[in-house]
């Protein structure tokens, strides 16, 4: 497809939001503008430099399934944007939804989608 690998905006990697934090502090935790790690064709955002050496060892584990876009809009074969306070910790994997609308949708059934 031709959407990039990573849903990225101006402020980067999850709306340049820690993907770390997610699991660390389970809830979204905005990262700050000058502590960065570039993974994947995006500039990733983090609280701590922690934080970011944690993902920078191990990208995978940190970074949301889908490349951040929509888990739901995924399954239905759309790459579509997600909102950093629509998420969701799987089996120790990040997943984010295109709002709370359809994080509840998504949520019913995850293993189906």
């Known amino acids: ?38 993974w994947n064709g995006a500039v990733w955002h983090f609280a701590n430099t ?5 993902f920078a060892a191990n990208p995978e584990k ?4 889908y490349g951040g876009y929509c888990a739901y809009g995924w399954s239905q074969n759309y790459a ?7 998420w969701s910790v799987v089996d120790g994997k990040l997943y984010l939804n295109y709002d709370m609308d359809i994080r509840n ?3 019913k059934n995850k293993a189906e989608y």
């Open 1 to 38: 497809s031709s959407k990039p690998a990573v849903f990225s905006t101006k402020a980067g990697a999850i709306r340049g939001y820690d993907p770390v934090a997610y699991f660390t502090q389970s809830k979204p935790v905005k990262g700050q503008e000058n502590i960065t790690h570039t």
């Open 62 to 65: 940190f970074a949301p399934q």
């Open 105 to 107: 949708t998504w949520e």
């Open 50 to 54: 922690g934080n970011r050496d944690k």
């Open 80 to 86: 579509v944007k997600t909102e950093p306070e629509a």
